[in-house]
């Protein structure tokens, strides 16, 4: 029986950073001829509109914003010979991805954004499954 193929998670916001993140993917991908799951997280706002005050409420523009972004990282995937997918997730951010990642992700990918108050990155205080390995790209 062939082993599974290696599955890599991608958390993507469409920042230069998480570019920077996408192209490291890319390259983990066609070494180890693994997918790659790009994963948008759309954080819960802090204020709300009231009830029938839009349309459409803010977080659906955040929603759609995330899907975009998604979209064209996931056509560089697909340039570069990578089978990818996308998944958009609201929620806060740090328990997304480990849920996320504790789905049978070998490898998570997440770009690490250095903090002006000297709190540790997401990448250091994320829980997730022994057998995932993190891969922080600042």
């Known amino acids: 029986m062939d082993p599974l193929p290696k599955r890599l998670l991608l958390v993507y ?16 991908a066609l070494a180890d001829d693994a ?23 803010p977080d659906k523009h955040d929603e759609a914003f995330a899907h975009e972004q998604l979209a064209r990282a996931k056509q560089r995937c697909k ?18 991805i480990a849920e996320e990642a504790a789905r049978g ?14 709190a540790p990155s997401l990448a250091k205080v994320l829980t997730v499954p ?4 993190i891969v922080a790209i600042s």
């Open 13 to 28: 916001d469409g920042s230069t950073i998480s570019d920077r993140a996408l192209d490291a993917a890319i390259a983990r």
């Open 35 to 57: 997918t790659v799951t790009l994963l948008g997280v759309v954080p819960p706002r802090l204020w709300r509109a009231r009830r029938g005050q839009f349309q459409i409420p």
């Open 79 to 96: 340039e570069a010979g990578v089978r990818a997918e996308t998944r958009v997730r609201t929620g806060a951010p740090a328990h997304v």
């Open 105 to 118: 992700f070998q490898v998570l990918v997440m770009p690490e954004r250095q903090s002006l108050t000297g």
């Open 130 to 133: 022994a057998e995932t390995e």
